[in-house]
């Protein structure tokens, strides 16, 4: 799965983050929770190497609870930062303002102590699309602030935002690395939606999800789509080969009526059934990299940094 995608404005707001991080404090890095390190993007490690940095576990409610757990105690074990955060809900934005004025205590000292009381706090948030920037910046200023959509990249202009009395936030366009290699993350990205639906081949992609989520969440399966009559009694290697998933999905097919004439199945159609349904929690709460598996997403993430 190739997948070429670095449109002209990214490269440009490259260059903007570089050029405004000479004004910030707090880089605030939104990754989502059930593809921590696929979410990751390498430049903004790169380019923010040397600014006190927080990592949002954003869309948490969409993740196993013990996996974001998990990857809070292992983040913090590389002495990173990270919160769990559900934008959507509002949980854990009181823990973000507590760990941004935690990361600052030492400067906020200093600054007192030359006599400036109320120093601002800057924050830079980043992410690659469809993390839920907006959603999070919507809901740490307690407001409609930004622009929130569902399609990737939504977010296209700079906004400086107040969140509190002396902390500030810059919202930026999502960015994305310029080339895809792996097809591990390409396919991480693409069940989340980061990467356009029409920039895949989407019932390869469900086919891949559909695949991994019922070698791991079989009872998510087949109880969403009530098949437990119909195939419940199979083994799980049974579906290990391309028919067999195949099969599944038309079992899928036929419980939600995506047929075509002539009693054919519609396999854009139950696609689509499938993706939709994951990436709104419909499934369940799933979690596609988890600190059992890290060492695989570590070293493909480690491929992505180091451009080998």
Not at 64 to 84: L, P
Not at 168 to 191: F, H, M, Q, R, S
Request: net charge neutral.
């Amino acid at each position: 799965m190739n997948i070429n995608w670095y449109p002209g404005h990214m490269l440009k707001t490259k260059k903007q983050i570089i050029e405004d991080l000479k004004l910030i404090d707090v880089v605030v890095e939104i990754l989502d929770a059930r593809i921590p390190l696929s979410s990751q993007n390498p430049e903004i490690a790169k380019i923010c190497a040397n600014k006190k940095h927080i990592l949002i576990l954003n869309k948490s409610d969409l993740a196993e609870e013990i996996e974001n757990k998990r990857w809070v105690e292992y983040f913090k074990s590389t002495n990173k930062v990270a919160v769990i955060v559900d934008s959507n809900s509002g949980k854990g934005i009181k823990e973000v303002l507590k760990q941004i004025e935690l990361i600052m205590e030492e400067d906020i000292q200093k600054a007192i102590a030359k006599g400036i009381t109320q120093k601002r706090i800057r924050l830079m948030v980043l992410g690659v699309p469809n993390v839920g920037k907006s959603s999070f910046i919507n809901r740490i200023c307690n407001r409609k602030s930004a622009i929130v959509g569902n399609k990737p990249g939504v977010t296209k202009q700079k906004q400086w935002v107040k969140v509190s009395g002396n902390i500030e936030l810059l919202d930026t366009p999502g960015v994305l690395w310029p080339k895809l290699d792996n097809e591990e993350v390409a396919l991480n990205l693409a069940y989340v939606g980061t990467i356009k639906d029409d920039l895949i081949i989407k019932v390869d992609v469900a086919y891949s999800l559909l695949k991994y989520l019922y070698e791991n969440y079989k009872t998510n399966i087949l109880e969403r789509y009530d098949l437990t009559e119909s195939v419940g009694a199979h083994d799980c290697a049974q579906y290990e080969e391309d028919d067999e998933i195949y099969n599944l999905m038309q079992e899928i097919a036929k419980k939600r009526g995506a047929l075509l004439s002539g009693g054919n199945f519609d396999d854009e159609k139950v696609a689509t059934i499938i993706l939709t349904e994951f990436r709104s929690g419909k499934i369940g709460r799933i979690t596609l990299e988890t600190c059992e598996n890290r060492q695989s997403a570590l070293l493909i993430f480690t491929r992505k940094f180091l451009n080998v």
